[in-house]
């Protein structure tokens, strides 16, 4: 009980900040029922449809959702008799759930006090909880055991300051981990982390990484297809697709754009930015540089009859990097140079893009290590590294293009985690049927 005093009172102090950003940027305003009060039997019924048991995936953010449809493929093919429910924390997150998912099994997930996560884990059915990558929420968690759920993280990841934080809090966290029923993590690192934070040891297990399984295999799709003759693409064009960025590395890309586009006219520039509120901020610094923003937003519905050096492609639209990655050759993985950890630097990377990447990714680092080892990607220290790279790459493109093959090799010799990560989830019922195939 002492977590909802606590909870209640983090809340509370926070809620001016909630406020301002709900008034000015609305955030925080969808789903508030379902947040504070669970979800509803009514809306659990549409969720579960004919089904007598639900499995319900969680994940965070945007990330996490991508690794899911995949994994919701294969689930409904082993057990279509069980109903899958799929809940996300932030806005972005739910609607990409919705694309993916379709509006009637995507809800908010509760906030961890008792009373809402009981009520949605009764209203649901639920029989199992599948959490992406790790969302340690204890009433959750707890709440789950109590109900006779069991609680299993996929690609999980756990990295060295966080384990570390857990264990300065062991006293009220290491039980909360001894309750995990299964843990399939990315590589062994996580996997001795999550032991040492308090999960039995028969319960966890290397699956490997599902960003691996979720990478693109070939550009050759409708949806990088369909981008590239929007943008008003053309052969001869070297476009360079620096995404999931965060303040300071617009301005950055668009200093060596500024650079390099008048020694290579060939040089096209797609920015990505990581978050909704900051669109019309990056929409106003390209201008301000002397440049055209093109929107992706503003021109859905047309396509770009030629695509002009003065023009900067815009991504202000959500779920779409993915593809847009496609349609790149060069790569700069974006929240790297910052404090944020980096991104997934795997879309590109299946594409075959010459992938390069800041200083700091600590979210991904086993993944950013293999692909330097397997020199399938560039670590920039600085916007002189940065610029130097995709100089490079635009004046010795067979170098570009081995480091890109590079890329995609060491990709596909990695895939096979949801199969992995199947078996954990549902072992015996996965044996008997490959047996009876």
């Known amino acids: ?44 019924a549409e969720i579960r449809g004919d089904a007598e048991r639900t499995i319900w995936l969680h994940a965070v953010s945007v990330g996490e959702v991508n690794l899911l449809p995949e994994l919701d493929r294969r689930l409904k093919k082993l057990h279509p008799e069980i109903a899958l429910a799929i809940s996300s924390s932030t806005d972005t997150g739910y609607d990409l759930a919705r694309k993916h998912f379709g509006d009637e099994r995507v809800f908010f997930c509760p906030f961890d006090f008792t009373w809402t996560v009981r009520r949605t884990l009764k209203n649901l059915r639920c029989e199992q909880l599948v959490l992406a990558e790790l969302e340690l929420w204890p009433n959750l968690i707890r709440c789950a055991k109590e109900a006779n759920c069991s609680v299993r993280v996929i690609n999980g990841r756990l990295g060295q300051t966080s384990a570390a934080r ?131 937003s503003s021109n859905d519905s047309q396509y770009a009859d030629q695509w002009e050096s003065e023009e900067v492609i815009l991504i202000d639209t959500i779920g779409e990097l993915r593809h847009w990655w496609g349609v790149g050759q060069i790569a700069t993985v974006g929240g790297s140079f910052g404090d944020r950890g980096g991104q997934n630097m795997l879309e590109p990377a299946g594409y075959g893009c010459a992938v390069s990447f800041g200083p700091n990714t600590k979210n991904f680092d086993t993944i950013a290590k293999q692909l330097i080892a397997a020199e399938a990607a560039v670590r920039v220290a600085n916007e002189t590294e940065l610029e130097q790279f995709v100089s490079r790459c635009l004046t010795d493109i067979p170098a570009a293009d081995s480091l890109g093959q590079s890329a995609r090799d060491l990709v596909n010799q990695h895939r096979g985690a949801y199969q992995k990560t199947l078996e954990m989830l549902i072992p015996m019922q996965v044996q008997s049927r490959q047996k009876a195939a």
């Not at 996580?190 to 550009?219: M, Q």
């Open 1 to 44: 009980m002492w977590l909802n005093f606590a909870y209640a009172a983090a809340l509370t102090a926070v809620s001016p900040l909630v406020l301002h950003r709900m008034i000015r940027h609305g955030r925080y305003r969808r789903g508030i029922g379902q947040k504070l009060l669970g979800l509803s039997s009514d809306r659990a």
């Open 166 to 296: 857990y264990q300065q809090f062991a006293k009220l966290l290491r039980s909360t981990f001894a309750r995990l029923d299964a843990v399939g993590c990315q590589d062994t690192s996580a996997a001795e982390r999550f032991v040492a934070c308090g999960v039995p040891s028969e319960n966890v297990t290397v699956t490997g990484s599902l960003k691996f399984d979720n990478a693109p295999r070939t550009r050759d799709t409708t949806e990088v297809n369909e981008r590239i003759n929007w943008s008003g693409m053309d052969p001869w064009h070297r476009v360079w697709c620096f995404g999931s960025t965060q303040a300071g590395e617009e301005a950055m890309a668009l200093r060596v754009y500024q650079r390099l586009r008048s020694k290579h006219p060939e040089l096209r520039l797609i920015l990505v930015p990581r978050h909704v509120e900051r669109f019309e901020e990056v929409a106003s610094l390209i201008q301000s540089q002397g440049l055209s923003a093109v929107r992706r």
